[in-house]
């Protein structure tokens, strides 16, 4: 188990370090640009290309960090065990699903 979740982090690092870039630029573009959060909900409403890489970011997120926090956290607690892996899967959902319902807001606006 813990080489496919080393495995599943660094695939996941990998794609978070294009769409982060991909992000990063948008929001630079954005405030060079001097567009407001309207004018860059305009511009992303409906468009699928955005919608298809924040789906991508959200859920690279959602496999990432909660394999880290794992980490993290068998490292300085004592916390093992079912009830961690357990705890880390929900926190996983929960990522999942407030990401995707930001995705989709902003893509259905």
């Known amino acids: 188990m813990s080489a496919k979740l080393f495995i599943a982090q660094r695939l996941s690092a990998f794609v978070l370090a294009f ?4 992000h990063l ?11 407001t959060a309207a004018e860059v909900l305009g511009r992303t ?3 699928g290309i955005f919608l298809a890489i924040y789906v991508v970011f959200v859920i690279a997120v959602a496999v990432h960090a909660p394999i880290g926090l794992r ?4 490292e300085w607690t ?4 079912r009830s961690l892996d357990v705890a880390l899967a929900l926190f996983a959902l929960l990522l ?4 995707l ?3 989709f807001a902003v893509y259905a606006v």
């Open 19 to 22: 769409a982060v870039a991909i």
């Open 25 to 35: 630029a948008t929001i630079l573009y954005a405030v060079r640009g001097g567009l």
């Open 45 to 47: 409403r409906g468009n």
């Open 71 to 74: 980490n993290v956290l068998r």
């Open 78 to 81: 004592a916390w093992r065990g």
């Open 96 to 99: 999942l699903a407030l990401g």
């Open 101 to 103: 319902r930001a995705a």
